[in-house]
Structure formats: structure tokens, C-alpha cells
């Protein structure tokens, strides 16, 4: 099956002065680095064997990677939520994350000190054990640096795909699941860089430290003590391990690790059985921002498209019906089954974004299985007959869009779903493939038995793959039907105009009932009242050419 290859990303150059902008930053950066090693280097490494510098550095560091603990811990969950909330309540929360950000070190440890100090409640209730000991060193270090790993992590949380969690959904995965699954490894690249940030930022506290917990030493108060109390020379042990601890976090957070999936054994291949046909029903009524969609549909034929202009709330109404909306946008039922109340992923449905929804980082493989009820050996069977087993071990990134189209398909249906949902699966598509993806899936409805709710601007897209056509426009159904009898008699001008209809033309219903439009009569075989102002069209197939004197054809 024809997809095209992926073409190698060329990285353009950039701009001269923007290169040397970023040059003369270099070289501020690390002119001190190297005019301090050079010292090093040249110099008698004094300060090693002074007492209280590997203890300092123990200190520092197990205060830091508790912190992080700490920050992992509740900072990526807060961060979540405050990415996928809006409203003055997570405004407010965010301001607050940030506010250790704004204030100096020796003020936040003032702060603390009003919270956690020997005659505050907390410092009672404690034994006055939270200053002047290693749990206030992790209190202090938390609180200045998990603002970096909130903040870092929101921006990498607000950068993930939505798509990918209403796939999951679809695949059916909890929101627990989801949030594990899919958005930490998604974000996984903003969560490392705020987890550096923040043990860095811990490792090295030194005002928030001073005030709270001077004693035991950290590493920077060791280093202020040496400083202050003995030759220059002295600080170089600590200022050279420090800089080697650093730079050792920042190489470890950087190393990427990719989940294993390459070679995965392929099971044999397992037919679908053919499914059971399964007509959607739907009434709504939502409203999303200043949009508002009030559609009604009963049941009636398992193979349904909604056809309508960007804009006229398609994929919204896809979306309530495969309940990612919740159940207040109306009732839903597949079959005689009512699903309105129903969640997403206890839905048993298949579901195809817009975006394709391709979890980064997985295999084809892993994508097609990702699925909580997926079948290997019929996500086998699907690659096959989608002819992407020989890809199974590609990532997105290493797939055309062809390709990639085949395997959103592959993975919503290796799990048998009861309903598939396509939204526009082949808008992004070079004519030829959407061509042969179309007439794919035509036979696959026909030889599996698929039923499914698509998504579509195009109405030879709708009348291919289709029974019936809903036809919208401003969240509202403007004509509905089976694909014939739509297609054959739209009742407006701007149904018509949705179906391709090009050829309108006005005229008057005449007393013996034909349609006068000029010098022309036509005749209908409808009858309609003398004198209503009718739009007609002759459809292009309906067209018959005949040599001159052979008479009308038989």
C-alpha cells in the first residue's frame, strides 16, 4: 500500500548575528569556568583534606535528592492539573508556586521560620527537630526549588497533544492510567529539564539554608565558612566538587531513555470475527464557549457520516459521542445499549483524531497494543492486512503520513471496538493514498462488518463510506437520511451546496407541472403547486448524449 517515505528533516541555518549573539552569551558563561580551572590547574589543589568537606557535600546531596523526591512527588501532579485547569483558582495557585521565585532566599527563610521555628506549633509539635538539623535543610531546599520543576513541567504538560488522552480513553485507559501512561512520558523531555532545575537549585541553596538549618553544614554554607575564615586557596576543593557534582546531574538528567520495544516476537495472526452491526443513536445539546450544538439522530443504519463545512461542530459531535465530553452533553446509545452514562474507556469504542494521536516514543508495535482489551493476534492481523508489519518496529517520527494514518486505524481496531469513530482520517492525505485508504476501509465495513461515525468534509467521502449522511451546519442538522435519497433531493440551497452540487438553477412550478426556467420546460415527476418558485440541477451521471434523430433512449 503506497504511504510514501518519511523525508529526513533538514535543519536550516540560522541567522549570522543571531549565532554570534549566542557566542558572546557562551563566552560570559564560561569565561569564569575556565579562568577558575586554569587557577586549579596551575595551583597546589589546596582544601581536600580540610575536615567537614565530603560530610558538607554528603548533606547537600541528600538533602537535594530528597527534595526532588519531594517535588516528583506532588510537584508533576499540581503541575498537571494546573496545565489542564484555567479559571482564577489555578491563577491564583500558580501564583503562589511561584511567589519562592520572586522573594530573596534570606526573606523565604524568614518565612519559614514563622512555619516551622522551635516555638511555632509545628516546631513543638516536632521536638524542635525541623531547624538546625537535616529535615530543615530539606524543608528549606524544597521550598526554593520545586517552583522550578512546577513551573517547567506545567509548560511541558500544556505542550502535550489533547488527543492523546481521549485515545487512550477510547483504548481504555483511566484517567489514573492516562496521566501515567501518556502525559508523564509525553512530557517526559520539560520533566527531566525541571527535575535538573530543581535538584540543582537545592544542591546549591545557601540563603534559605543559612537562616533555617545552619548546622549540619551544606556544601555552600561550608564553602561561605571557608571563604570567610581561611586563604582563597581553600575554597577550591569545594568549588571544584561542586562544579563536578553538577555537571555529573546534568549529564545523567540528560541521557534519554527509550522505552524497549524494537524486535517485540509477533504473535500469529488472529481474523476478526465479523462484528455485530451497531447502529448510533444520539440527542444533544452542549454548548463549548460561544458555540452551541443541538443535534438529535435515531438509530437507523450502522455506516453514518456527518458532512458538513470547518466549523459546524463535526468533530465536537464525535467527541460527545464517544463521551469524552461527559454525560451532561445529552444521550448516546449504540445499539439498544444507552451509553450516556457510560465513561469513555468502558465504552468499547474505536476512535481515529483528526491528529492521528501517535503516542510518542512507542513502537508501531506498541501503538496497535497499547489498547487495554487490544488483541495482539488480531493487532496482528490488522498490520498485516494494513501492510505495516514490516514497520512494526518504526516510531512516528520514522513514518509517512500514509503510514502513520494506517496505524491510528490498526490500533482502534485491535480491540474488536463496537462503534469506530473517524475524524476527517484522510484530510491530510496525497490524493492517491486517501484514494486507496478509502476504498480500504469501504471493504473493510463490508468484510468485518465495521460500524462506524465519520467525520467528513468531503461528500464523495460521505456517499463512499456511508449509509446514511447527516448533514450540519452550525451545530445544527440542516438535512438527514440514507445517502440516496440526501444526495438525490437536497431540500436547500445550502445542503446542496454541501453535497458538491454546482449546477442551481431557479425556476416556477407551471400549471401542468414542470418547471419553467426561460424558454425551457422541464418535466418532474413530482407533483408540486402551480406557480412555487423551485432550485433544480441535473446531476452529471443523469446526463445521456444521443447521436441527432435517435430519439430520446428507452
Avoid at 21 to 36: K, M, N, R
Avoid at 284 to 305: I, K, Y
Amino acid at each position: 500500500m503506497a504511504g510514501g517515505s518519511p523525508r529526513s528533516p533538514r535543519s536550516p541555518r540560522s541567522p549570522r548575528s543571531l549565532r554570534w549573539l549566542g557566542a558572546l552569551l557562551i563566552l560570559y558563561l564560561g569565561f569564569p569556568l575556565a579562568a577558575f580551572l586554569v587557577r586549579v590547574l596551575s595551583g597546589r589543589n589546596e582544601g581536600w583534606s580540610a575536615p567537614g568537606l565530603w560530610s558538607s557535600l554528603g548533606v547537600s546531596v541528600l538533602g537535594a535528592s530528597v527534595s526532588l523526591l519531594i517535588g516528583v512527588a506532588a510537584g508533576i501532579p499540581l503541575a498537571y492539573v494546573l496545565a489542564r485547569r484555567r479559571g482564577w483558582i489555578s491563577s491564583l495557585v500558580g501564583l503562589i508556586v511561584q511567589l519562592p521565585l520572586a522573594v530573596p532566599p534570606l526573606i523565604s527563610g524568614i518565612m519559614l521560620i514563622y512555619i516551622v521555628g522551635p516555638y511555632t506549633f509545628l516546631g513543638r509539635l516536632s521536638g524542635q527537630r525541623l531547624t538546625e538539623t537535616v529535615y530543615g535543610l530539606i524543608i528549606a531546599q524544597s521550598f526554593v526549588s520545586a517552583p522550578f520543576l512546577v513551573v517547567v513541567a506545567r509548560s511541558a504538560f500544556r505542550a502535550v497533544d489533547p488527543a492523546l488522552e481521549d485515545v487512550a480513553a477510547t483504548l481504555g485507559h483511566g484517567p489514573l492510567a492516562r496521566f501515567l501512561r501518556v502525559d508523564v512520558p509525553a512530557a517526559s523531555d520539560g520533566i527531566r529539564a525541571g527535575m535538573i532545575l530543581m535538584w540543582l537549585r537545592a544542591f546549591g541553596e545557601y540563603g534559605t539554608t543559612v537562616i533555617l538549618a545552619y548546622h549540619p553544614y551544606s556544601l555552600p554554607v561550608y564553602v561561605d565558612n571557608v571563604f570567610s575564615s581561611a586563604p582563597l586557596s581553600q575554597a577550591q576543593a569545594p568549588t571544584l566538587l561542586a562544579l563536578a557534582v553538577a555537571a555529573v546531574a546534568i549529564a545523567a538528567g540528560s541521557v534519554h531513555w527509550r522505552r524497549r520495544g524494537r524486535g517485540a516476537p509477533v504473535p500469529p495472526a488472529l481474523a476478526p470475527r465479523q462484528a455485530q452491526p451497531t447502529a448510533v443513536g444520539f440527542s444533544l445539546r452542549t454548548a463549548v464557549g460561544g458555540f452551541r450544538l443541538e443535534l438529535q439522530h435515531p438509530r437507523g443504519a450502522h455506516r453514518l457520516a456527518l458532512l458538513g463545512p470547518s466549523g459546524s461542530g463535526k468533530s465536537l459531535t464525535l467527541r460527545c459521542l464517544a463521551g469524552l465530553l461527559g454525560p451532561q452533553v445529552g444521550t448516546v446509545s449504540y445499539g439498544e445499549s444507552d451509553v450516556s452514562a457510560t465513561a469513555t474507556e468502558r465504552r468499547g469504542i474505536g476512535y481515529v483524531p483528526q491528529g492521528l494521536g501517535l503516542l510518542p516514543g512507542r513502537t508501531v508495535w506498541q501503538q496497535v497494543t497499547f489498547g487495554v482489551n487490544a488483541n495482539p493476534g488480531r493487532a496482528a492481523w490488522w498490520l498485516a492486512k494494513l501492510e505495516l508489519l514490516e514497520l512494526r518496529d518504526r516510531y512516528p517520527e520514522q513514518l509517512s503520513g500514509g503510514q502513520r494514518q494506517r496505524v491510528s486505524l490498526a490500533r482502534a481496531l485491535a480491540a474488536d471496538p463496537r462503534v469506530l469513530l473517524l475524524d476527517e482520517p484522510f484530510s491530510a492525505l496525497d490524493a492517491p493514498v486517501r484514494e486507496q485508504l478509502r476504498r480500504e476501509l469501504r471493504r473493510l465495513q463490508h468484510e468485518a462488518g465495521l460500524s462506524t461515525v465519520l467525520v467528513t468534509h468531503d461528500p464523495q467521502e460521505a456517499a463512499m463510506l456511508a449509509d446514511e449522511v447527516l448533514v450540519m451546519a452550525d451545530g445544527a442538522v440542516l438535512q438527514a437520511g440514507p445517502v440516496s435519497e440526501v444526495f438525490r433531493r437536497p431540500t436547500s440551497a445550502a445542503v446542496a451546496r454541501l453535497l458538491g452540487v454546482s449546477n442551481l438553477n431557479a425556476g416556477t412550478v407551471a400549471p401542468d407541472g414542470s418547471v419553467s426556467c426561460g424558454r425551457a420546460r422541464i418535466l418532474v415527476d413530482e407533483r408540486l403547486t402551480p406557480g412555487t418558485p423551485v432550485l433544480w440541477s441535473v446531476a452529471p451521471e443523469r446526463v445521456k448524449v444521443t447521436a441527432p434523430g435517435a430519439g430520446a433512449p428507452g
